[in-house]
């Protein structure tokens, strides 16, 4: 139709900007390599913090006894006990509450949600350790130990724990061959296990293993990831311009809004629903993540999916020539963000090159999680094909990509217990 023809040529120059062919992808995994590199050097030394975490003994299968851990949220926070019962038994038992934060407590002292907190923990388990999985900042240790003082609450804080490095954890509990974990949710982040003789920023400390996990922070990386005005336009409208740019291209936060202002581009100047640019486009974020999987999945004839999506969240009308010109849209967000993911889990040659064990030669797991991951199979089916086309068919074939589903839990009270830092 009229309408489709104006916005037709601007979907092509979105096509051809957010290209992602092998030559892209192979400098975005080396780039990344090289960030790995430089981050393991020295602190500082590249967009990648490289964490250390000081895990110094990864989980077997063989542990045994109760294990808590507790799971901090910016609106929730969730408690885990696990009864693990050896390499035969396993997971024996596994319970676990969530607990909203009060509205009013998001607005009250640091020390008031601490004491909450403590209170909800002490209802779940009334002695022995407690194990907490990270996600509000360093001080949380020291705040709930104190908090659990005030409150006569006999239990301690040992560990602090990086939700993908518990995420590794945990998928390497069931799974010895796990080398990788990779977090796609509304953020996103990656973790590894390296040798500690390949970090020179640990000057020579060592560990009875020789092995740790390292967290990439991978979310600040941003070198020659193929960018779009309204990627730009985005970054320059949050809260952290210049920062999080690979985060800002492949999770699940930001997908929705970069297919929002491409299509209220076209709506503009291509009037690609009409003469009227529907008001709700302008809306930042008004457009999901969730709704453009929604979209995605829609197998009927007419769209009628893709259209009551458009009508519901955005208020708009569109017929079936603007409903095709939308699923490509989003099409290229998707398939460019998860192939810049598969890109990334490219880092494994970077393991492959720096140690003798040949990670390639052998079944060797990449376990995921996260929503984004989870809930949205065109996104895992880009991402895998991205890694098969970058490691050849042979290779491929040796690396599993794997959704480990809740393993952050168990994998937080087993570091946590075994690595204790703050015991
Ligand atoms: P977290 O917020 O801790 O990352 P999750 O791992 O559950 O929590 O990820 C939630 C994110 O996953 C949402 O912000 C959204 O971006 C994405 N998501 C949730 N549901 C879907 C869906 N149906 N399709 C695509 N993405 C989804």
Redesign the pocket.
């Known amino acids: 139709s009229f309408v489709s023809m104006a916005a037709a040529p601007m979907l092509t120059k979105l096509q051809q900007d957010c290209a992602t062919p092998l030559p892209v992808l192979r400098n975005v995994a080396s780039s990344m390599s090289d960030d790995i590199r430089a981050g393991l050097a020295v602190d500082g030394g590249s967009d990648l913090k490289m964490i250390l975490s000081y895990v110094d003994s990864l989980p077997t299968g063989d542990e045994k006894g109760l294990f808590y851990a507790l799971d901090l949220?910016g609106t929730n926070f969730r408690v885990l006990r696990v009864e693990l019962g050896g390499k035969d038994k396993r997971v024996i038992a596994i319970e676990s509450d969530q607990v909203s934060i009060p509205q009013e407590l998001m607005s009250a002292t640091s020390e008031e949600l601490f004491d909450f907190i403590a209170s909800a923990l002490a209802n779940f388990a009334n002695k022995g350790g407690t194990f907490l999985e990270k996600k509000a900042g360093k001080d949380v240790v020291a705040c709930l130990n104190e908090a659990m003082d005030r409150k006569g609450i006999d239990m301690r804080v040992s560990a602090l724990v990086n939700?993908t490095v518990a995420t590794l954890a945990g998928a390497r509990y069931w799974d010895d061959d796990v080398m990788v974990a990779v977090?796609?949710?509304?953020?996103t982040n990656a973790c590894y296990v390296e040798r500690m003789d390949c970090i020179p920023k640990l000057q020579g400390e060592f560990s009875p293993s020789g092995r740790t996990i390292v967290n990439l922070e991978w979310g600040a990386f941003s070198k020659g990831l193929p960018l779009t005005v309204f990627d730009r336009d985005m970054d320059a409208a949050s809260i952290n311009p210049g920062e999080q740019i690979f985060e800002k291209t492949i999770?699940?936060?930001y997908?929705?809004e970069i297919a929002r202002r491409a299509l209220l581009h076209m709506a503009e100047e291509g009037s690609l629903f009409g003469k009227s640019v529907p008001e709700k486009l302008s809306m930042p974020f008004v457009l999901?993540?969730?709704d453009?999987?929604?979209m995605q999945q829609d197998g009927t004839e007419d769209l009628h999916t893709v259209g009551s999506v458009l009508y519901n969240v955005a208020g708009v009308e569109s017929d079936l020539s603007s409903r095709k010109i939308v699923l490509e849209v989003c099409d290229t967000i998707v398939k460019r963000a998860a192939r810049l993911a598969g890109a990334g889990i490219v880092i494994l040659q970077k393991i492959e090159e720096d140690t003798e064990d040949a990670i390639f030669g052998k079944r060797t797991v990449v376990a995921m999680?996260?929503?984004?991951y989870?809930?949205?199979p065109q996104?895992r089916r880009y991402l895998k094909k991205a890694v098969a086309e970058l490691l050849g068919p042979e290779t491929s074939q040796n690396i599993v990509i794997e959704h480990s589903k809740d393993g952050s839990g168990i994998g937080a009270a087993l570091l946590a217990a075994t690595n204790s830092k703050y015991g």
């Open positions: 949220g939700d977090i796609l949710g509304t953020g999770s699940g936060m997908l929705g999901g993540t969730p453009l999987s929604t999680d996260g929503g984004l989870e809930r949205y996104y």
